[in-house]
């Protein structure tokens, strides 16, 4: 099992930043790579980015140029810069591992944290 808590969500207006971070635990060795999810009021869940063990990194065509995914590997921890916010990134951030063991995706979720951007 993989554990992640996430930090960082807040109240900014449109312009601001924020940074997320998400500490992983538990049975990490394994984990493929490690990303961001985020679920507006109404809507399903989507990708924002995912980076890899290998450092490859991948974003949601409507992030990139503002947000920025990284990872520190000493402290197990991976972040999501978030630059020029607009109102259409609020929703509920999820940190989110991966694995793929013979084949089989396994996901790990951490309990989200709330976004929200006031015009």
């Known amino acids: 099992q993989v554990q992640l808590v996430e930090s960082g969500g807040g109240l900014v207006q449109a312009g601001g930043s924020l940074r997320l971070s998400c500490a992983a635990s538990?049975?990490?060795?394994?984990?493929?790579?490690m990303g961001w999810y985020r679920q507006a009021p109404g809507k399903q869940r989507e990708l924002v980015a995912v980076?890899?063990?290998?450092?490859?990194?991948n974003y949601a065509g409507s992030v990139k140029g503002r947000f920025t995914i990284s990872r520190e590997n000493d402290k197990n921890t991976v972040y999501l810069q978030m630059n020029n916010l607009n109102t259409e990134d609020t929703g509920v951030y999820y940190c989110?591992?991966?694995?793929?063991?013979?084949?089989?995706?396994?996901?790990?979720w951490g309990q989200g944290t709330q976004v929200t951007v006031s015009s």
């Open positions: 989110n591992a991966y694995k793929v063991v013979f084949g089989v995706l396994n996901d790990y």
């Open positions: 980076i890899t063990t290998g450092g490859n990194t």
């Open positions: 538990g049975s990490i060795f394994s984990v493929n790579g």
